[in-house]
């Protein structure tokens, strides 16, 4: 089953302005990964945060975690052309359980950046 | 940096066929993954491997096995692949979770589109 929802689905903004990503999940988790990908190609790793950290910043991104509410957000500043593809949300699951270790997906935003 | 390369970026099969699709990566990881993505139902886990010779079950294993005789190497299969098997197949690496309390990321390979006609 699916434990993250991204939203919005999909997502147009001007190059410039800031992108803003959510993703909500239904169980505890042990980290929460966001991972990029372009069209056509494999993911990319962007940033973890694990579950008893509140915020992480990697460069332009920004990532939050709400283990209260289940939720977490990816903000990217100050977006590009470049920024254009799809990002999924992937949590990982307590040790100690038959998922642990394992990511398991959203369905992933697709943002658009206008040049 | 990390290379995770599969066989084929795109192949086209006939329903009955065997088919194998073949990932392979450079990093020493043990564990390895084979996901399947279809729009609307993001990545879904099909089987996973932590170790050579050692498997288990994601979350759709059925109509697909596979295979790893050598660490850097994994392989799915479909014994008789038909046509609700065409879809994007993405193979992934990751170093071995129990040291690193499962927090080490995955890496992706560019994933093969397969489409059984």
């Known amino acids: 089953s699916q434990q993250g929802e991204e939203d919005p689905q999909a997502l147009s903004i001007q190059e410039g302005e800031n992108a803003t990503m959510n993703c909500s999940y239904k169980?505890?988790?042990?980290?929460l990964q966001w991972y990029r990908q372009n069209s056509g190609r494999g993911l990319v790793h962007l940033i973890l945060?694990?579950?008893?950290?509140r915020e992480k910043h990697s460069g332009r991104l920004r990532v939050t975690l709400d283990t209260s509410k289940k939720s977490s957000s990816l903000l990217i500043t100050a977006s590009r052309a470049a920024d254009t593809a799809s990002y999924f949300c992937?949590?990982?699951?307590?040790?100690?359980?038959?998922?642990?270790?394992?990511?398991?997906f959203g369905q992933g935003t697709i943002l658009t950046v206008h040049p | 940096d990390v290379k995770v390369t599969q066989s084929s970026r795109y192949l086209v099969k006939r329903t009955g066929e065997k088919v194998f699709l073949e990932c392979v990566q450079d990093?020493?990881?043990?564990?390895m993954f084979w996901y399947r993505q279809d729009p609307g139902l993001g990545l879904r886990l099909i089987y996973f491997?932590?170790?050579?010779?050692?498997?288990e079950k994601g979350d759709i294993p059925e109509g697909y096995s596979v295979s790893r005789e050598k660490k850097e190497r994994f392989s799915l299969i479909l014994e008789s692949a038909s046509t609700n098997q065409t879809s994007m197949y993405l193979c992934?690496?990751?170093?071995?979770?129990?040291?690193?309390?499962?927090?080490?990321?995955?890496?992706f390979g560019d994933g093969t589109r397969l489409s059984i006609l």
């Open positions: 992934a690496s990751s170093p071995i979770f129990p040291f690193t309390g499962g927090n080490q990321p995955q890496h």
């Open positions: 169980t505890s988790i042990n980290n």
């Open positions: 945060i694990r579950s008893n950290e």
């Open positions: 992937a949590t990982v699951a307590p040790a100690g359980g038959t998922s642990y270790g394992k990511l398991t």
């Open positions: 990093m020493d990881h043990e564990n």
């Open positions: 491997s932590y170790d050579v010779k050692m498997k």
